[in-house]
Antibody, heavy 127, light 108 residues
């Protein structure tokens, strides 16, 4: 069974940092692009960042560019999101999501869909 | 950046057909994906690439995309279809994936 399990959320002060993790299982992790999507309380979905399977390409929303860094450890089937300079506007549930397309080369399809989602981890930025 | 416009809410009677739209400039040239999110749960992909259904999604869910509007259609609506629905595309301008604002579907 394909499964994504996020961890690392919590309460952090404004200006602080946090690292989220997403443990993947049930599929060949390195052959799928992965994503972080967030949802502020009572609000809609926002795609935060995308990383290709293994060729190093990364993409970010303008709202987090320069503050957040997406990375992955394919040897441990784990996705990360390093978040710096956090503000109350970053308060949200952060979901890990897998791309639908498989790429043996570790590439990605930029207009791909998110076919599997984790249950999310809550990040609260408050003093 | 590319803006996707969805109606905030749509209502449908049980057994009838619900239509949820997603507007965007020349959206027909994009691959549109649709997600269903029930309260307290993670989103679920219900339509990808405009009109394809993942395995396990009922045939009652269908999609289309033409001109400046993509559409999610739910036939024979059931109480269990009550949820928020989001459309999503790749924005070539910002080189990033974007979502519409979401539509709350009420079955009553």
């Amino acid at each position: 069974e394909v499964q994504l399990v996020e961890s690392g959320g919590g309460l952090v002060h404004p200006g602080g940092s946090l690292r989220l993790s997403c443990a993947a299982s049930g599929f060949t992790f390195s052959t799928y692009a992965m994503n972080w999507v967030r949802q502020a309380p009572g609000k809609g979905l926002e795609s935060v960042s995308t990383i290709s399977g293994s060729d190093g390409r990364t993409y970010y929303a303008d709202s987090v560019k320069g503050r957040f860094t997406i990375s992955r450890d394919n040897s441990k089937n784990t996705l990360f999101l390093h978040m710096n300079s956090l503000s109350p506007e970053d308060t949200a549930i952060y979901y890990c999501a897998k791309d639908r397309h498989y790429y043996e080369s570790g590439s990605l399809k930029r207009d791909d869909a998110f076919d599997i989602w984790g249950q999310g981890t809550m990040v609260t930025v408050s003093s | 950046s590319y803006v996707l416009t969805q109606p905030p809410s749509v209502s449908v009677a049980p057994g009838k057909t619900a239509t949820i739209t997603c507007g965007g400039n020349n959206i027909a040239s994009e691959s549109v994906h649709w997600y269903q999110q029930k309260p307290g749960q993670a989103p679920v992909l219900v339509i990808y690439d405009d009109s394809d259904r993942p395995s396990g999604i009922p045939e009652r869910f269908s999609g289309s995309n033409s001109g400046n509007t993509a559409t999610l259609t739910i036939s024979r609506a059931e109480a269990g279809d009550e949820a928020d629905y989001y459309c999503q595309v790749w924005d070539s301008t910002s080189d990033h994936r974007v979502f519409g604002g979401g539509t709350k579907l009420t079955v009553l």
